[in-house]
């Protein structure tokens, strides 16, 4: 079946700009997470969703950021007010859950360059 | 908070030969799982391997085992016969057990090379 798939592969966007970023999760799976991995780095968590709602958006960095995903399937990153620093790979992974720990899948990630 | 340190950002190895990379890691928790991902250049991340913290076995998927050191917080990735296409950054991820899907914590990665 088809795996994690984000949109767009890649966005260049002007400092102060808005971007949307968007995940597709494999069909079933109720979580959903972001991680974001700068140059050189491992990824950091942003958030994390169970179903339509944030149970976890412990990592987003400030509020300039916010994900949704209203319907429990797919899932948007928006980032207002865009800065240099923001500038990395956005990755998205989800899996099943159940009471005992599942693998995370994640997409080829969404590369953001912040000119 | 826990974080996962990996001390050796590149190996490299050649082709058929063991390589063994490092991982350890600071945690209050008792109940936890250590993970190994693959990131080829494609930016894909891959689980390689997992290891539950209450089994005492060490895990192992065909060329790709572990070394894990509960007292130590000590968890190393023996890669053998090494092949071209293990060629990639190798991340070890921590994750609480808190009866469900949780978050990753990420180390900063070792990028390994396997030369022909």
């Known amino acids: 079946g088809a795996g994690v798939s984000q949109t767009p592969s890649n966005k260049v966007t002007e400092k102060g700009k808005y971007v949307e970023l968007r995940c597709d999760p494999i069909s079933g799976h109720t979580a959903l997470y972001w991680y974001r991995q700068s140059l050189g780095q491992g990824p950091e968590f942003l958030i994390y969703?169970?179903?339509?709602?944030?149970?976890?958006d412990s990592g987003l960095p400030n509020d300039r950021f916010f994900a949704v995903r209203p319907e429990g399937s797919v899932s948007t990153l928006k980032i207002q007010r865009t800065e240099r620093g923001d500038s990395a790979v956005y990755l998205c992974?989800?899996?099943?859950?159940?009471?005992?720990?599942?693998?995370?899948?994640f997409g080829p990630g969404t590369r953001l360059t912040v000119l | 908070a826990q974080t996962v340190t990996q001390s050796q950002p590149e190996m490299s190895v050649q082709e058929a030969e063991t390589v063994t990379l490092s991982c350890t890691y600071d945690?209050?928790?008792?109940?936890?799982?250590l993970f190994w991902y693959k990131q080829p250049p494609s930016r894909q991340m891959i689980l390689v391997i997992r290891?539950?913290?209450?089994?005492?076995q060490n895990a192992t998927e065909n060329r790709f085992s572990v070394n894990f050191q509960k007292a130590a917080k000590s968890f190393s990735l023996k890669i053998s016969d090494s092949q071209l296409g293990d060629t990639a950054m190798y991340f070890c991820a921590f994750m609480k057990h808190q009866g469900g899907s949780e978050k990753l914590v990420f180390g900063k990665g070792t990028k390994l090379t396997v030369n022909p």
């Open positions: 290891q539950e913290a209450y089994k005492q």
């Open positions: 969703f169970q179903g339509t709602g944030a149970a976890d």
């Open positions: 992974a989800s899996s099943l859950y159940h009471t005992t720990v599942n693998e995370q899948f």
């Open positions: 945690t209050s928790e008792n109940n936890y799982y």
